[in-house]
């Protein structure tokens, strides 16, 4: 192997130019022209494709999002999409892909390898946290870190207006930014995707609360069963109904998404995308780079995709326990 390109592709999350940073500089180490495709399969259907040096990732380790873009591909979704994609890396001779994203951009890319043969190795950059094989995702470290700065600072404002604040986080198929940022910032409550969410429950603890506590938080995974969290306030409301009661909504959206990687983050994805150039070198294709127990494991995007991420349980009886 001797030219490689790496791309990023769905959603943006904070270290990803971290991990562009370690492909391109451990593919230089290695001897391989590295290439960088601009707006992931889109880019790669459109010929938006250039050469990288070890300068081209200079001062980027350090800021958020991803320089060379990111799109989603409805044409890459059809054959004659993916056969002009294959036809811009075959003129550039690439042999090798290295794909920085989550379920989607590792489910295309062995569609790819299938149909084409241009091997792929993943990085998982998510800020949901939901791939299997890897501990942690790149940005999820971030992406909890905002929404705990948010809560807490949601807290001050609950506390001194005796206001249960719904706070919804990110989280559509997955409740681990909930989970730990509710955990960090002490909330009373967290509702995930993956545990069904009693409302009864909820709103005779809330009764019971309020009579030790002024103020109360519950953090809202927006995959939530029983809807987004204006839709569970409205019910809890519904259900108490008490008018003296105050409560608001505040929904944080994309601002997770975004901002200077964590430490962690930084260090996550430049490990990352290492052991994805060198498992392309040491011949491995559709899989996943990730780290288990601080080690690098490599896991198919078969099993990376279709296994589902179980939440630990000590996590959910923390929540409970903490809240008492």
Known sequence: MKKIAVFSSGGDSPGMNACIRAVVRTGIYHGLEVFGIYRGYEGMIEGEIKKMQSHSVSNIVQRGG?????????????????????????????????????????????????????????????????????????????????????????????????????????????????????????????????????????????????????????????????GSAEQIMKLVKEKINDPSKDFKVTTLGHIQRGGKPTAKDRVLASRCGMAAVEGLIQGRTNCMAGIIHGEVVYTSFENSVGKPKPLLPDYLKLINLLSI
């Open 66 to 226: 991803t320089i060379l873009k990111s799109a989603r591909s409805m044409e890459f979704k059809t054959y004659e999409g993916r056969k002009k994609a294959f036809e811009h890396l075959h003129a550039l001779e690439i042999e090798g892909l290295v794909a920085i994203g989550g379920d989607g951009t590792f489910t295309g890319a062995k569609i790819f390898f299938e149909e084409f043969g241009i091997p792929t190795v993943g990085c998982p950059g998510t800020i949901d946290n939901d791939l299997f094989g890897t501990d942690f995702t790149i940005g999820f470290d971030t992406a909890v870190n905002t929404a705990l700065d948010a809560i807490d600072k949601i807290r001050d404002t609950a506390a001194s207006h005796d206001r249960v604040f719904f706070v919804e986080v990110m989280g559509r198929d997955a409740g681990f930014i909930a989970i730990e940022s509710g955990i960090g910032g002490g909330a009373e409550f967290v509702l995930v995707p993956e545990t069904k969410t009693d409302l009864d429950q909820i709103v005779s603890s809330l009764k019971n609360l309020r009579k030790s506590k002024s103020s109360s938080i519950i953090v809202v995974a927006e995959g939530d069963e029983l």
